[in-house]
Structures are given as structure tokens and as C-alpha cells.
Nanobody, 121 residues
Framework: QVQLQESGPGLVKPSQTLSLTCTVSGGSLTASFYYWSWIRQPPGKGLEWIGY???????YYSSSLASRATISRDTSKNQFTLELSSVTPEDTALYYCAKSLGSLVRGMDYWGKGTLVTVSS
């Protein structure tokens, strides 16, 4: 089975950059028709899609976060990362990485357990 695990600092100060890493096992980031996404859930609210990378070189972002988000990958380590700049307390959320097969419209078939990131002074 594919396994994903998020890691990174749990506390980030306002105006700084949030940085998270997703480590993948049991599947390759370059496998055809695999899509790799970042999603977040603020406290008491629903899921919000941040962006994704497919097996190729393209990257796509939510329009509301495109100006601040960057998703990168390191295929040698089978990891992909999220950087979210200029954070505010409204960016406090449980952050997930996840995988889709074939198309994003089919939803996610594997999820990490999530990691809580708090933006506060």
C-alpha cells in the first residue's frame, strides 16, 4: 500500500513561510497517472484544496492561494513539499498530503494522517 507522512514545524510566526514535507513509500512520485496534492482543514471548517503535482513537471494551485503557495518534489527521496509564504493566523489548519489515481475528479485514494500547523506569535 502507498503510505504518506507529513512533517515540518508545528508553529510558525505571522509573516514567515510555512514549510512541510510529505514522504511517500509504496509508490513513486513519477509513476504514470499518479497525482500528489496538499489539502488543509482549518479548525471547525471543511477541507480546502491547496494544489497538486502530477507525475510530470506541471504544478497547479487553488486560485485563492496561488500567489503564496509553492509545491516542489525531490524524486530521489520520493518526497514533495509545500511552502506557503506570508502566513497569518487564518492559515492555522491541519495540513494533509494525499494521492489520486487517474484523475483528481475521482478523489483521493490515499491520505497522510495530517499535521497541525499553528500560526501565532
Amino acid at each position: 500500500q502507498v503510505q504518506l507522512q507529513e512533517s515540518g514545524p508545528g508553529l510558525v510566526k505571522p509573516s514567515q513561510t510555512l514549510s512541510l514535507t510529505c514522504t511517500v513509500s509504496g509508490g513513486s512520485l513519477t509513476a504514470s497517472f499518479y497525482y500528489w496534492s496538499w489539502i488543509r482543514q482549518p479548525p471547525g471548517k471543511g477541507l480546502e484544496w491547496i494544489g497538486y503535482r502530477p507525475w510530470s513537471d506541471a504544478t497547479y494551485y487553488s486560485s485563492s492561494l496561488a500567489s503564496r503557495a509553492t509545491i516542489s518534489r525531490d524524486t530521489s527521496k520520493n518526497q514533495f513539499t509545500l511552502e506557503l509564504s506570508s502566513v497569518t493566523p487564518e492559515d492555522t489548519a491541519l495540513y494533509y498530503c494525499a494521492k489520486s489515481l487517474g484523475s483528481l475528479v475521482r478523489g483521493m485514494d490515499y491520505w497522510g494522517k495530517g499535521t497541525l500547523v499553528t500560526v501565532s506569535s
